[in-house]
């Protein structure tokens, strides 16, 4: 029992949540230990029911434990696995939650030891508040939680952050790390850069305080995202800057023509306009779905974080191992192999 | 009874919410009579309870309305201002919601006859639908709505005015319709143009079907206003292209500062997200209150709506009008009068 273990390392926001989601688990048959370098914080998600133990040091966090859960901002990541391989159990399986993804599995691939098997996660969820008491079991409901497994991690790995993922009611998207930081920083990164930009516009200008008085629900939801985690904003900023200034380049272009169609006359504004309604009312209607070839059976993960942790975790990662074939080499064989088709024809 | 009418022009969403608004009033006294271009929408509007009865006419909706409120996008109410007169019962008082108010006090003035009492109104409440089917009673609860009353418009149809924005749980707050377009444009129609050019730059991109697939609420936050109705979005634009122009301008300086900040490193970008984090937060916790000055009271509207109505309404409206003191001749005056601080010291 000692050995079915899961490490949560962060617990803030995401971390707590994914707590409160394994914890809620019928019949779970693992313990969940946590760490936070804000003690208060960690107690606070024990108190909320999202661990079972709340622990002061990464190595007790992390031995004998079969899965490690980074819930960090991304620079507090990279010291995380600069120092975790010194405790890892071998075959242990570590994943995170972070924002960007092409420096987090460069940093892996470097510090992680070679019998360690890292899965790059990213949950596409999140709230303006930040700390556990913000948590919720719910927060993954429906969201989806792009995975990006490293070529050293085994299918038992790969299905064990798939079970995570979907026990936490979320929907697995396999994705190529330097893709995953393109699209993120136009999707989140840059939203993120223009709530904060709105927010500045108006509380820098001289009207402020009767602008203020003026702002409805409309003002309010553009700048929510301006009140998220500076720590993680900055981090995210920080190893995805040149998506991030592409993508600015971009919104800068969209302004640009949209002040051409302001200055071109009523009938351009209201194209602008009806066009815009057309394709996000079909977005949010009918929003693009996951692929699959014909044929090809999505992995049969439901279970597998239960199944890994029926019986003596290191037991069953040892047979486990026996079984497989050697690790794919690459991200791309790999999802050719669970029988995932490449985000990109 | 007949004369206790109020008409609402314009049944979508605003104008359904507030019908419902209005029927919710217990022991009413007045009638509620609607129309709109769709008359679909206005039967609906009176099967969801938001009207008694629903016209095919302008001429039938104001005849005998004691209180005339436009619902409709900015250029409609144009026409709307320039038809009205005719119809109207000498002594009316005429509001509309429309989301610029410079333009608006303008035709109010050049079109209504002298009879008529004009109290300009927005309300800072919406949805992402539009139309009856969307609207509720409690939409402007705890809002913010714009009151700008003409310098024809006497005390009497500001409070009736008032009294509707209260009965409807807003909190009114008078503005120079100038000032009030130059802050909406700050806090709403900008913002709006932000989630258009959010949504349009990712729509518009190659990797579109792929970046759909990682957004999360994020992006559909962000994306929010830009299912919004275009006409209203258009007409907001002809009406405050000045204005809106500027604030772009302001809006690519901030995303300049920000861009300057991503080039320089770690520390400035965690200044600007930890500065703007603090200060948002403070807006959400603390808004900005409405000043009084010492020892004024607030004007005491909260049930003149009710009271308007309780008698045939022609008679008091000429009751009031003769107990009354010539209507002040400019904004500035009212406000005076009606011992409301100017927004702008």
Redesign the interface.
């Known amino acids: 029992m000692a050995d079915n273990r899961i490490a949560i390392i962060g617990t803030g926001l995401i971390g707590t949540s994914i707590g409160l989601g394994l914890a809620a688990r019928p019949n779970r048959n693992y313990e969940l230990v946590g760490i936070d370098r804000d003690r208060a914080a960690a107690r606070t998600a024990k108190k909320l029911g999202a661990l079972d133990r709340e622990v002061g040091s990464l190595e007790e966090a992390v031995e004998r434990a079969g899965l490690v859960i980074i819930a960090t901002p991304v620079m507090a990541a990279r010291r995380i696995l600069e120092d975790l391989g010194r405790f890892l159990m071998p075959g242990a399986v570590v994943t995170d939650v972070c924002s960007t993804k092409a420096e987090v599995m460069r940093w892996a691939a470097e510090y992680l030891p070679e019998t360690a098997h890292f899965v790059g996660g990213h949950p ?3 709230k303006e508040k930040s700390g556990p008491e913000a948590a919720s079991a719910s927060l993954f409901e429906g ?2 939680w ?1 995975v990006t497994p490293s070529p050293r991690a085994d299918e038992r790995a790969v299905q064990a952050v798939l079970g995570l993922v979907e026990t936490l009611g979320a929907i697995p ?1 396999y ?1 190529d790390p330097a ?2 930081d ?3 920083a ?3 990164h ?14 820098d ?1 001289q ?25 993680m ?2 981090d995210i ?2 190893t995805n ?1 040149e998506a ?2 592409h ?2 380049g ?6 640009r ?3 051409t169609a ?2 071109s006359g ?1 009938e351009p ?2 194209d ?3 066009s ?2 057309l ?3 079909t ?2 209607q009918n ?2 779905q ?1 692929r699959r070839p014909e044929g090809a059976e999505p992995p049969s993960a439901r279970d597998a974080i239960g199944r890994m942790f029926v019986g003596g975790l290191y037991d069953k990662i040892k047979e486990a191992s026996d079984r497989l074939p050697a690790a794919p080499r690459d991200d791309r064989e790999l999802k050719r192999k669970l029988g995932i088709e490449d ?2 024809p």
């Open positions: 596409m969820a999140g969201a989806t792009a998207l994705i893709e995953h393109q699209y993120a136009a999707v989140s840059v939203p993120l850069i223009a709530s904060v930009a709105l927010f500045r516009m108006v509380r200008s009207g402020w305080e009767d602008a203020a008085l003026l702002a409805g629900p409309g003002f309010r939801d553009m700048t929510r995202l301006a009140s998220g985690d500076p720590t904003a900055r900023m920080l800057r991030v200034l993508w600015i971009r919104l800068e272009a969209e302004l023509t949209i002040r302001l200055e009523a504004v209201y602008l306009f009806y815009t309604q394709d996000r009312d977005f949010i929003p693009p996951r985000e990109r």
